[in-house]
């Protein structure tokens, strides 16, 4: 019978670091608005609960960090990232001009206050009523190959980006 022996504190120390360490995944989710498309998709059908129909739907479900990825379609609805929405968000669309995002409400297409969110490839545009495609108010917004277009300066600016 071997006898016991105390472990070094090189040991303890590897023991404690493995027990308590913790790695943050992102969650990739995927938009398409035509069921067609969203079933043929490689990652619906890898993943049906990743994929949805609505941006507002996957804002909705996505956690801090996410990752948000838009179909080349236009999606007629305004987005709203304030209390309790995600934070440190990344929403990726196919390309200016070919990913839309066109606001449904009399504000803003996009209104960001307090949170960290960043936009690559896509288009925030206005409908008839919409003052603004872009408002911020605190937090950071990155935008990278990101075109805010067809807005009226008689009804305000197309972005307004405050605090922070």
């Given amino acids: 019978m071997e006898a016991y022996a105390e472990p070094s504190m090189r040991q303890l120390t590897l023991l404690a670091l493995v027990g308590t360490s913790t790695v943050a995944h992102a969650a990739d989710l995927y938009v398409c608005k035509d069921a067609i498309t969203c079933s043929l998709s490689v990652e619906c059908a890898d993943d049906p609960g990743a994929c949805y129909r609505s941006i507002g739907a996957a804002i909705g479900d996505a956690s801090d960090a996410d990752n948000i990825f838009l179909s080349d ?4 609805e305004s987005l709203t990232l304030s209390g309790r929405a995600p934070d440190d968000l990344t929403i990726l669309g196919d390309g200016m001009g070919q990913t839309i995002v066109r ?7 996009v209104f960001i206050e307090d949170h960290n969110v960043s936009f690559y490839d896509l288009t925030i545009t206005r409908n008839s009523d919409n003052r603004r495609g872009l408002r911020v108010s605190g937090g950071n917004v990155l935008l990278e190959r990101v075109a805010v277009s067809g807005l009226r300066r008689s009804q305000g600016a197309g972005m307004d980006i405050s605090g922070g």
């Fill in 73 to 76: 379609e236009t999606y007629d």
């Fill in 103 to 109: 606001g449904t409400t009399t504000e803003n297409t």
